[in-house]
């Protein structure tokens, strides 16, 4: 089963920043449209971010316009999400993911995307 990987995650004092990573080793992103979302416990998976199959359109969340920032390095196979000025509220495991058909337009509902990482634990306290 084709799965993504996350990683970059773990503690940041909240102002902080930190850069996640989502890649595949067994298939390419390129040309596939990828979303990040995260689950804080007790609440639902959120759709935080989402860049399309082209690069040339992204989506955010109200809560982290501004804040975060969503990118592809085809190159790499990765896509990135840049988060900086980190608030205890964004305390969550984040996951990427593929849209299904992998050529949709973005969404930030968990149920159009398929692919699922495991997750990387983001931890933001002083």
């Known amino acids: 089963q084709l799965q993504l990987v996350e990683s970059g995650g773990g503690l940041v004092q909240p102002g902080g920043s930190l850069r996640l990573s989502c890649t595949a080793s067994?298939?390419?992103?390129?040309?596939?449209?990828i979303g990040w979302f995260r689950q804080a416990p007790g609440k639902e998976r959120e759709g935080v971010s989402c860049i399309s199959y082209s690069g040339r359109s992204t989506m955010y969340a109200d809560s982290v316009k501004g804040r975060f920032t969503i990118s592809r390095d085809n190159a790499k196979n990765t896509v990135y999400l840049q988060m900086n000025s980190l608030k205890p509220e964004d305390t969550a495991v984040y996951y990427c993911?593929?849209?299904?058909?992998?050529?949709?337009?973005?969404?930030?509902?968990?149920?159009?995307?398929?692919?699922w990482g495991q997750g990387t634990q983001v931890t933001v306290s002083s």
């Open positions: 993911a593929v849209s299904i058909p992998s050529w949709a337009s973005c969404s930030r509902t968990s149920a159009d995307f398929g692919s």
């Open positions: 067994r298939f390419t992103l390129d040309h596939k449209t």
